[in-house]
DNA sequence: TGAACACTTTAGAATCATTCCAATTCTAAT
DNA sequence: ATTAGAATTGGAATGATTCTAAAGTGTTCA
């Protein structure tokens, strides 16, 4: 399977892995991402999640997201999105635009940067959370 | 000193700390930080860096960015700006705004969702290394 | 068919960043 | 000066991730 230049050999225990995350909407660490995986799939490791994530996300098939200090968590969403943390609950989710927007276009960028990919993190209190308190 | 309602009592290990960040511009590591500090306060130690920086940034003084797997950084920057992530030789730079900009206006965030902060990643090549490549 | 080779997976060890802890020191206000 | 609360320390503990070496699984093609 390619995509964005890059191939994997999408072994069982990387379709796994895939599968598991396209089955998440919640933005999953890759511990949990194991956890997930092992019900189907006792005998896989740690380290062989960890490689998965590895080489999924290096094929561009999944993004890895960093909004706080801690684990790293994946995401299988790759349309166009930015990611909402409510500071409260803990959970991430996806926010989608309501536009046609380059970001990049807003910020004063030294001339022949070149642009991979743009990462908005909002934090802040989900509606559940803000009603609670 | 009080800033955003938080206060911190600037003890001079916090004041050194808050100062070094000051006069860093490559949103140094605690590590970085710790060895800087140390030049000036030889007894200093990493715990201490480590408790001054969350001090410092819970009281607002200071802000911990997250840009990829591994150690947090810190920016004393608190203009609104955004950062520009090397991936080829790991700088970090500011990004100051062309035009005054809400990027929360732009997705589609459930009702009753309240935003606290936002922070934006630009991942890509410096101008610097663009030419090199 | 099967020898050779490359890639994948595994368990556990190692590493690295960060946090915790208990003891000590400092500061500010009685 | 005394005392309470906060700050600082070094080292231990934790937690996430990466490394390593060995074993497994194909795949190729003579």
Redesign the pocket.
Same mark, same amino acid.
């Given at each position: 399977m390619a995509l964005l230049g890059a191939d994997?050999?999408l072994?069982?225990?990387?379709r796994e892995v895939f599968e598991v995350l396209q089955g998440s909407t919640d933005h999953p660490? =890759? &511990?949990d991402i194991f956890t997930r995986v092992k019900d189907r799939?006792p005998?896989?490791?740690? =380290? &062989?999640?960890?490689?998965?994530?590895?080489?999924l996300s290096s094929a561009g098939l999944i993004k890895q997201v960093h909004l706080e200090?801690?684990?790293?968590r994946y995401c299988a969403n790759l349309h166009e999105h930015v990611h909402f943390h409510c500071e409260t609950c803990g959970k991430v989710t996806d926010a989608h635009p309501a536009a046609g927007f380059d970001p990049a276009k807003f910020w004063n960028l030294p001339a022949g940067t070149k642009i991979t990919r743009t990462e908005l993190a909002i934090h802040g209190t989900c509606a559940s959370c803000a009603t609670k308190g």
């Open positions: 994997v050999r072994t069982p225990h990387r660490t =890759a &511990t799939s005998s896989i490791s740690l =380290a &062989t999640v960890y490689n998965c994530l590895e080489h200090r801690g684990q790293s």
